[in-house]
């Protein structure tokens, strides 16, 4: 038992490098993530979950399809997706650092790349499936989906600090509550736009905060940076006195 204990927490430590997590779900997730890298076969590589969770998205965006050209049934499909995606897209990052083989910026720029093309295929697939104009709430959430990535990349960016959350909600959310529109919809037929519309929304108010953040923390570091410069005109300026 005490052995275990202690796997768990050296397996914590090193999933939670370079990582800030701020999602509501961050306690359950991380020791879930921390249990699975422990168990992943040591063939299976980075980039081999990425594929798989890739894969995720993929059965996500063909759920819609086939729903809209086979039956509504066939939108739970998109469950096991989103499953699939939450394992891949959580556990390639903080496997490559549970082995002490991390590719940091190979990493990141993998990872932004594949959840934005998974991100819209996802919102192609709704639009198939979406009647009339609802097929622009696909579109909107993907634009605002959008938004959030850039957010948080420029929030690493400037405060040097990656986090893929935006507040209380991250991936882990948002894929949950797609899953529990998408399970609605299977249930009560039509219902999926109105949903995805208020999600849609909430996640415009969300990116609205977040982005009023960004900018204060933009605001600090031009301060600071400036600060830097006069202090170093001045050390400059001091030698040349003393010169």
Known sequence: ???????????????????????????WEQKSIAYLVQKIPSWISSDGLTAIGSFGNLMVAASFVMGAYLG???LLLSLLGFFINWFGDSLDGRMAYYRSRPRKWYGFSLDVTVDWIGTILIGLGFTIYAPGAWKYVGFIF???????????QLRYKIGGQYSIDSGIFGPTEV???LAAIITVEVFLPGTIQYLASVAALFLLISNFTETRKLLILADARDKEDRMAKEKEKEQQSHRKENA
């Open 1 to 27: 038992m005490s052995s275990t204990k202690t796997n768990m927490a050296k397996s914590l430590r090193l999933i939670s490098t370079d990582r800030q997590r701020t999602n509501i779900l961050r306690a």
């Open 142 to 152: 993907v634009v605002l989906y959008g938004w959030e990535m850039i957010t948080a």
């Open 175 to 177: 894929r949950l509550l």
């Open 72 to 74: 509504r049934n066939w």
